[in-house]
C-alpha cells in the first residue's frame, strides 16, 4: 500500500469518526441535558465551580526545594516569607543539599538561567532512577545535557531547582493559600499517563484495533507508559492510539453538570475539509521571542476516548453553548472559556491547558512564562462573580525526570520488562507502577486554608475524586484510581470564608494587591 493511499485512509477513517461523533453531539444538542446555572446545583461543599490548571514538568524539589526561604541576591525578584509558614519536606537538611547520595549536590538555578534541556521522565528510567528507594540515580537515568541549554552542568542539571526569586508568583500563592508537599503521579512516566490519569484516573486499556503507526514503545502489557498521540485528534501524529473505558467527562455528562477542556493552540489555522483533516499551526512567542507552537495533541486526555473526543476541533456552536453537549464535544480553544467565563456561562468545571510556550514545560517553555500564564489567568478568575464559589487547582502533569528526594509510596504494583521498581504487579496492573515522582499542587480558593501546607498524600487523581465527590457523580470503576486517590479536602475550610483576592504582576510574580489575611488558620 503507498504511503498517500495509507494516509487517505487514515484521514477518511478520522473523518467518519468525527462526524459520527458530532452527529451523535447534535442529536442531543437541541434539548440540553444540563443544569444551565452551575450556581444552582447540589454539592457536598459550597464549592460550585472547579477550575484546574494543569501545568507541565516540574517535581516538587525543582520549584519548592528551599521554601519559605529564598536567596534573594541583588537584582532578582526578591521573596520574603511570612514568619508563620509551615514547614515542607524540601531540601533544607544540609546533608541533602551538600553531601547528597546523587552523583552531584542539589543547586539553585538563578532567572537567567530560566530556559533549560528537557529531562529523560520516561517509564522506566524515572524508576531506575529511585534506585529501590535509594533516589540517588537521578544523574545517570534522567539527567540531560549538551544542546547548550545545560549551564555547564550536562547530565547533572536534573539536580537544580529555583528558589522564589524565580517562582515568585507559586511561592505567594502557597504563602497565601493552601499547598501540597506529599502529592505524587499517580504512575511513573511522560505527559499522556499523567493527563490520562486526571481524566480518568486510569492509563488502560488502549485499544489495539485503533493504533497509527508503531506504538510499541508507548504501551506496556494494556497500559500506555508513553506520549503517542490521540487516535481522535487530526492535529495528531506520528504515533497515535485510543483508549477504551469511562472518563470524568462521561460521569458529569450523566449528572447534568456542565464541564470542558479548554487547551491553547486547539482552534485549528485549517480546518478540516473533506479528506483533510484540521491543522493546528498556531504559534506563540516564549518571553525570550522563540516561536513555538501552540499545540500539543498528546496533552489532551479527552481526544484518546471517541465519547469526547472533537477529532477535527469543531467549534461550540455559539458561546451559550460552551459546557454543554454539541459539536465540539467539550473540547474547546482557551479562547472559548474567557468568551464563556465574561458571557456569564462558565461551566460547573473546566480543565485549563496553556498555550506550549507558557505551560512551564523544560526544553520549549520556562518558568518564567509559565509564570506570566499562571497569574495573568489567576488574576482574571478572581475578578469572576463566581469567584466566591470558585476553587482554582494548580497541578502537573510529571516532574520532568528533574530530582525529588521523596520516594513515592507504591500504591500500584507492577512487573514487567519495562519496570524496575514496583515488585511483583498483577495483570490488572501491568504498566501502571505509581505513585510515580512528587510534584507541586495547590489549591487557590476563597474557602483554601490560608499559608498551609498538607502533608497527607495525594496524587493527580485526587483532582478527579474532589469532583466526583463534590458533584456526587459515582467513581469511573475499571480500575481507576480514583477509588484509592487520597482526599484533597484537608485544604480547604469551609467554616471560614476569606473572600479577599490576591493579586500579582505577571512578570515578577509581586504582590499588587493582597485582601486575604497574613496569617496561618
Not at 66 to 82: L, R
Not at 300 to 316: C, D, I
Not at 363 to 391: C, H, R
Request: aromatic share 10%; hydrophobic share 35%; glycine share 10%.
Amino acid at each position: 500500500m503507498s504511503r498517500a493511499l495509507d494516509s487517505l485512509i487514515v484521514a477518511g477513517r478520522k473523518m467518519l469518526a468525527g462526524l459520527t461523533a458530532s452527529a451523535m453531539a447534535l442529536a442531543t444538542a437541541a434539548t440540553p441535558a444540563l443544569a444551565a446555572d452551575p450556581a444552582a446545583a447540589k454539592t457536598q461543599t459550597p464549592i460550585k465551580y472547579v477550575v484546574v490548571i494543569f501545568q507541565e514538568n516540574v517535581s516538587f524539589d525543582h520549584y519548592f526545594a528551599t521554601y519559605p526561604i529564598a536567596k534573594n541576591p541583588t537584582g532578582e525578584t526578591p521573596f520574603k516569607a511570612s514568619p508563620f509558614t509551615p514547614t515542607v519536606n524540601g531540601l533544607q537538611n544540609p546533608v541533602l543539599l551538600q553531601h547528597n547520595p546523587n552523583l552531584h549536590n542539589p543547586f539553585r538555578l538563578d532567572p537567567s538561567q530560566n530556559y533549560t534541556c528537557d529531562q529523560n521522565h520516561d517509564y522506566t528510567p524515572e524508576q531506575q532512577a529511585f534506585d529501590g528507594g535509594l533516589m540517588d540515580k537521578f544523574v545517570q537515568f534522567l539527567g540531560v545535557g549538551g544542546q547548550g541549554c545545560d549551564y555547564g552542568f550536562g547530565p547533572a542539571l536534573t539536580m537544580g531547582y529555583y528558589d522564589g526569586n524565580t517562582i515568585t508568583a507559586l511561592w505567594n500563592y502557597a504563602q497565601n493559600f493552601a499547598m501540597s508537599d506529599n502529592s505524587y503521579s499517580s504512575t511513573f512516566g511522560p505527559s499522556t499517563p499523567g493527563a490520562l490519569n486526571l481524566a480518568s484516573g486510569n492509563t488502560s486499556p488502549y485499544d489495539p484495533s485503533h493504533v497509527i503507526g508503531d506504538v510499541s514503545g508507548d504501551v506496556d502489557q494494556t497500559a500506555v507508559i508513553g506520549d503517542p498521540d490521540p487516535y481522535y485528534d487530526d492535529c495528531g501524529s506520528p504515533e497515535q492510539l485510543a483508549l477504551t473505558g469511562k472518563n470524568v467527562g462521561d460521569l458529569l455528562n450523566a449528572k447534568g453538570v456542565t464541564w470542558g477542556w479548554f487547551q491553547g493552540g486547539f482552534k485549528p489555522t485549517i480546518p478540516a475539509q473533506g479528506n483533510n483533516p484540521a491543522v493546528c499551526g498556531a504559534t506563540t512567542q516564549r518571553l525570550d521571542g522563540t516561536p513555538e507552537k501552540d499545540y500539543s495533541a498528546h496533552h489532551n486526555p479527552f481526544e484518546y476516548y471517541a465519547q469526547s473526543a472533537n477529532p477535527h476541533h469543531l467549534p461550540p456552536t455559539s458561546v451559550s453553548m460552551i459546557g454543554f453537549t454539541d459539536q465540539a464535544m467539550h473540547q474547546y480553544d482557551l479562547s472559548d472559556f474567557w468568551d464563556a467565563a465574561n458571557s456569564g456561562n462558565l461551566p460547573a468545571v473546566s480543565f485549563l491547558k496553556a498555550k506550549r510556550a507558557q505551560d512551564g514545560h523544560a526544553g520549549y517553555s520556562s518558568p518564567l512564562d509559565e509564570q506570566g500564564f499562571l497569574v495573568d489567568t489567576i488574576n482574571k478568575l478572581q475578578a469572576l462573580p463566581q469567584w466566591n464559589n470558585m476553587a482554582v487547582i494548580i497541578a502537573y502533569d510529571d516532574s520532568d525526570g528533574w530530582y525529588d528526594h521523596v520516594q513515592s509510596p507504591i500504591v500500584s504494583q507492577s512487573a514487567t520488562q519495562k519496570d524496575a521498581h514496583c515488585g511483583t504487579g498483577t495483570p490488572s496492573t501491568q504498566g501502571r507502577c505509581g505513585y510515580g515522582p512528587r510534584q507541586p499542587f495547590l489549591v487557590l480558593s476563597p474557602f483554601a486554608k490560608i499559608n498551609f501546607v498538607d502533608h497527607q498524600i495525594t496524587d493527580q487523581s485526587s483532582i478527579l475524586r474532589f469532583i466526583e465527590d463534590n458533584w456526587n457523580l459515582g467513581r469511573i470503576g475499571g480500575g481507576s484510581f480514583d477509588a484509592k486517590a487520597g482526599s484533597i479536602l484537608q485544604m480547604f475550610d469551609f467554616n471560614n470564608f476569606s473572600p479577599g483576592k490576591l493579586i500579582l504582576e505577571p512578570s515578577t510574580g509581586h504582590v499588587v494587591a493582597n485582601e486575604r489575611a497574613q496569617v496561618a488558620r
